[in-house]
């Protein structure tokens, strides 16, 4: 199910490397627990980033020593499971429980969040747990309001000893999320020198579009 992951193009040498000190981003590695939304518009490179992200994972402020890190990618275009909660809580249930995969053939397609629910506490009894979700409007947005509602169920559901939890999801601009969320980066706001780098290596590389006109 990760093959969403291996189709996005690997982001450019340069880029994307402002998330990692970027304020809000290091204010939720450092809590305990915590949210994160990147939002952004279609095409505006949340899944690059995210990519990014789990490529430098060791590099996140705070990680946490054995830290164990989780992801999914949704595809609107993909298959059944690429695109559906099913499909997330499933691939999460197999990372989890890589050791026991058998375990998850004979249960009914609802128990899953209630598994991955009580699975949780069990690891971060042990280390601290990193998940990372991209896309999350491509399952729709009435899909993507539960979703944020269960990460936030699991966040808080969480007894105060366990091991840091840090959730972190791309989505578009869905106004209904923004009161569910503390923690937000607008993707937007901070690509402006990504833009540029990307734009100068095209050109690099490409030096007859240096040369290029637009015709009226």
Not at 16 to 37: D, V, Y
Not at 83 to 98: A, E, N, Y
Request: neutral net charge; glycine residues 8%; proline residues 6%.
């Amino acid at each position: 199910m990760d093959s969403r992951f291996h189709d996005i193009d690997t982001a450019a040498q340069g880029t994307c490397e402002w998330l990692l000190r970027h304020e809000t981003c290091t204010t939720w590695a450092s809590c305990g627990r915590g949210l994160l939304w990147i939002k952004g518009k279609p095409g505006s490179g949340k899944s690059t980033l995210l990519q990014y992200v789990l490529k430098h994972g060791m590099a996140i402020p705070n990680t946490g020593e054995g830290a164990l890190i989780l992801s999914f990618f949704f595809h609107g275009r993909g298959s059944e499971l690429q695109k559906t909660p099913l499909g997330l809580f499933r691939s999460l249930l197999h990372q989890l429980l890589r050791q026991l995969p058998e375990a998850l053939t004979d249960l009914h397609p609802r128990e899953l969040p209630r598994l991955l629910e009580s699975s949780l506490p069990k690891v971060l009894g042990t280390r601290p747990v990193w998940l990372f979700v991209d896309a999350l409007d491509e399952c729709g947005q009435k899909n993507a309001g539960k979703l944020v509602r269960v990460f936030k169920s699991l966040l808080q559901g969480l007894p105060s000893t366990s091991s840091q939890f840090h959730i972190c999801f791309t989505c578009r601009h869905y106004p209904i999320l923004d009161q569910a969320c503390r923690f937000k980066i607008c993707l937007e706001d901070e690509n402006g020198q990504d833009i540029s780098i990307y734009v100068r290596a095209q050109l690099s590389v490409s030096p007859e579009l240096t040369a290029s006109t637009i015709p009226d």
